[in-house]
């Protein structure tokens, strides 16, 4: 079972850049089926995280998804995972920050995502029977 961040992170990356607009940051994200694009800006040489939370944040305060920038909702306070933190690490990152999703920096380079679904696939126990699924029909 992997326990460290580099065994379970997503080494695909989607990166954007702050001038896309939320529903081209969306369609790349739900086309790569992924919940955040990390943003780099190469004015400020920073990196940044748009998740599917702050489109959705916009899109609920009604704002226009072709008009809106990433720039404009990424967040740049960031908390990096490195790739040599345990999950348990990540975990209580993500748990404290109340986020759902770490960019991953080897040095100042983003290598990777590790999510809390990726946290949860690596502790669940892959020969774990699956339990049926409740549909709340009672049986005959």
Known sequence: MPTLVRDAMTTMVLTIGPAHTLRQAACLMAARRVGAAVVLDPETSGVGILTERDILNSLGAGQDPDRESAHAHTT????????????????????????????????????GIVSVRDVMRCWTAAAAPVPAARTGAVPA
């Open 76 to 111: 740049t306070d960031v908390v990096f995972a490195a790739p040599h933190w345990t999950l348990a690490e990540a975990a209580c990152a993500m748990t404290r920050g109340g986020f759902r999703h770490l960019v991953v920096l080897d040095g100042d380079e983003p290598v």
